[in-house]
C-alpha cells in the first residue's frame, strides 16, 4: 500500500505544483501590476477548471465500472497508454520550460487583459484544466493495479496539498526552490512510474486478448518477493513491478524505460548565439 501512496503523491504534487505555479504567477502578476479586481476572474477559471477535471475522472471510474470483464481490460488499457504519453510529454516539457514558465505565463496573461475579463477566465482555465485532466487520467492509470482502498486517493490528496502550499510559499517568496532540479528528480521517479503504467497497459490488452502470451512469464520470483509481502506490495504500487510477469510486459517495461531515460538524461543542448566580430587593430 504505500508504495501505490507514494505513486499517487508524486503524480499529485508533481501536476499539483505545475497548476501552482501558473495560478501563483498570475496572481503576483495581477497583484504587482495592480490590477487586484481581475482576482475573481482567475478563480473563476480556476474552479471550472478544477471542476472539469473531477467530473473527468468521475466519468472514468463510471465508464469502467459498467464495462465486461474484456471491455474493462481493454479500456483500462488505453486509458494507462493515454496517461503514459502524457506524462511522458510532460516531463520533457516541463524540463525545457521551467526556467522560462513564468514569463511566458505573464506574456499571456498581459494579452488576456487586453481582451477582456473572460479571455482572463479563460486563460486561467486553459492553464489550471491541462494539469487537472492529466491528473486524473494519470491517477486513474497509476491505481489499475493496485488493490482497491483509500490509499491511492489518500496519496494523492497528500500530493495536492503539498503542490498548494508549495505554491504558496513561492508565491509569499517564503520557500525558495530550484525548480530545473526539482522537475529533474521528479521527472525520474516519475519515469520510473511510467514504466511501470505502461507495462501494466500492455498487461490489459493481454488480458483483453489483444495481445497474446499472458501465461508466457518472463521470469517467476515469488518466492523470493512474495506479492503479498510488504515490499511486494511496495514494488508493485510504486513501479508496477510484479513477481510473475510475463515477456511481454517486461520487453514494455524495457522498451519505454532504457530509450526515455537516455534521452531524460543526456545534457540539453544551448543554443550558442555568435560572438561579435572584433574589430582589426
Do not use: C
Request: glycine share 8%; proline share 4%; hydrophobic share 55%.
Amino acid at each position: 500500500m504505500g508504495g501505490t501512496v507514494f505513486a499517487s503523491y508524486l503524480i499529485g504534487l508533481r501536476e499539483g505544483l505545475e497548476a501552482a505555479l501558473v495560478v501563483s504567477v498570475l496572481i503576483a502578476f495581477l497583484v504587482k501590476s495592480d490590477r487586484k479586481e481581475k482576482l475573481p476572474q482567475v478563480w473563476a477559471g480556476v474552479g471550472a477548471a478544477v471542476a472539469l477535471s473531477v467530473a473527468f475522472g468521475a466519468l472514468l471510474t463510471f465508464t469502467a465500472a459498467h464495462l465486461e470483464y474484456q471491455s474493462q481490460e481493454l479500456f483500462d488499457a488505453i486509458t494507462s497508454l493515454l496517461a503514459v504519453v502524457f506524462v511522458t510529454w510532460m516531463i520533457f516539457w516541463m524540463r525545457r520550460a521551467a526556467r522560462a514558465l513564468s514569463g511566458e505565463l505573464r506574456g499571456k496573461l498581459s494579452d488576456a487583459l487586453r481582451l477582456g475579463s473572460l479571455a482572463v477566465v479563460v486563460m486561467a482555465f486553459l492553464a489550471v484544466a491541462r494539469e487537472g485532466l492529466e491528473t486524473a487520467l494519470l491517477f486513474f492509470a497509476s491505481v489499475q493495479g493496485a488493490t482497491t482502498s483509500v490509499a491511492p486517493l489518500t496519496g494523492i490528496s497528500l500530493g495536492l496539498v503539498s503542490a498548494v502550499l508549495i505554491g504558496w510559499g513561492l508565491y509569499r517568496s517564503a520557500v525558495r526552490i530550484n525548480l530545473t532540479k526539482f522537475f529533474t528528480w521528479t521527472g525520474l521517479l516519475l519515469i520510473l512510474v511510467a514504466a511501470g503504467i505502461f507495462k501494466y497497459g500492455v498487461h490489459d490488452l493481454q488480458e483483453a486478448g489483444v495481445l497474446p502470451g499472458l501465461s508466457t512469464y518472463a521470469f517467476d520470483i515469488s518466492a523470493v518477493i512474495p506479492a503479498d509481502s510488504w515490499y511486494g506490495t511496495l514494488l508493485a504500487g510504486m513501479l508496477n513491478i510484479t513477481p510473475q510477469p510475463s515477456v511481454a510486459e517486461v520487453v514494455a517495461w524495457a522498451v519505454y524505460l532504457v530509450p526515455t531515460l537516455f534521452f531524460f538524461l543526456r545534457p540539453q543542448r544551448m543554443k550558442s548565439t555568435p560572438a561579435p566580430a572584433s574589430s582589426a587593430a
